[in-house]
């Protein structure tokens, strides 16, 4: 039931690119992407719901296929401060159980 | 405007111990979570309260207990600490049932000898 993500990790160079895959095995009601740096806590990215709504923050680009229950977050011109660790989580009907991947891991370097 | 607040930060147990972990958030969220996070794993849910006065199980919910104090404060409880149960713990909360982005709160670093 966990989504799976990939890559596990990624390395960038200071303004390439760089998409994060998320896949389920069932049907899902939407998806939401967090980012962690180490030792902090996770900070919302954004939520794509069944339908096409999407919420978050304006500079986040994400795309949800309900068809195939998978996600894509998309980072371009990637910046040091992108680095962390990035979680995608997923909920099947509408509720609370929202159900994180492991992570993919990301690094920036100038 | 603290968010969610968590005590402590660090704590260490002996196994069989017990004690509380507090979540506070002064957000006037309806909903509150508890997950924890081992090393190179994602978060799993402990257990959840969609409201003031209701709790219910999350994936991994042994060894743990919670209570909804309020609608700010949600606790948990482990009875008979574990080495297992060694992990770093995280409180959440979002205002609603609808998908709505979670505030989580700094963590509680939780190590059982």
């Known amino acids: 039931q966990q989504p799976v993500q990939s890559p596990q990790a990624v390395i960038l160079r200071e303004g390439e690119d760089a998409v994060i895959n998320c896949s389920s095995s069932?049907?899902?009601?939407?998806v939401h992407w967090y980012r962690q740096k180490h030792g902090e806590a996770p900070v919302f990215l954004m939520i794509l719901l069944k339908g096409g709504e999407q919420k978050g923050h304006e500079k986040i680009s994400a795309s949800f296929n309900e068809k195939k229950q998978q996600s894509s977050l998309y980072l371009t011109a990637s910046q040091l401060s992108y680095s962390g660790t990035y979680f995608c989580?997923?909920?099947?009907?509408?509720?609370?159980?929202?159900?994180f991947g492991a992570g993919t891991r990301l690094f920036v370097k100038a | 405007n603290a968010g969610v607040t968590q005590t402590p930060k660090f704590q260490v147990l002996k196994t069989g111990q017990s004690m509380t972990l507090q979540c506070a958030q002064d957000?006037?969220?309806?909903?509150m979570y508890w997950y924890r996070q081992d090393p190179g794993m994602g978060l799993r849910l402990i257990y959840y309260?969609?409201?003031?006065?209701?709790?219910d199980k999350g994936e991994v919910p042994n060894g743990y207990n919670v209570s909804r104090l309020n609608k700010r404060e949600f606790s948990l409880r482990l009875e008979s600490a574990a080495p297992s149960q060694t992990s770093v713990y995280f409180c959440?909360?979002?205002?609603?049932?609808?998908?709505?982005?979670?505030?989580f709160g700094p963590g509680t670093r939780l190590t059982v000898t």
């Open positions: 069932k049907a899902l009601y939407s």
């Open positions: 957000m006037n969220h309806n909903s």
């Open positions: 989580g997923t909920e099947i009907s509408g509720g609370f159980k929202t159900i």
């Open positions: 959440a909360s979002t205002y609603s049932a609808d998908p709505y982005e979670q505030y």
């Open positions: 309260s969609a409201s003031e006065g209701t709790t």
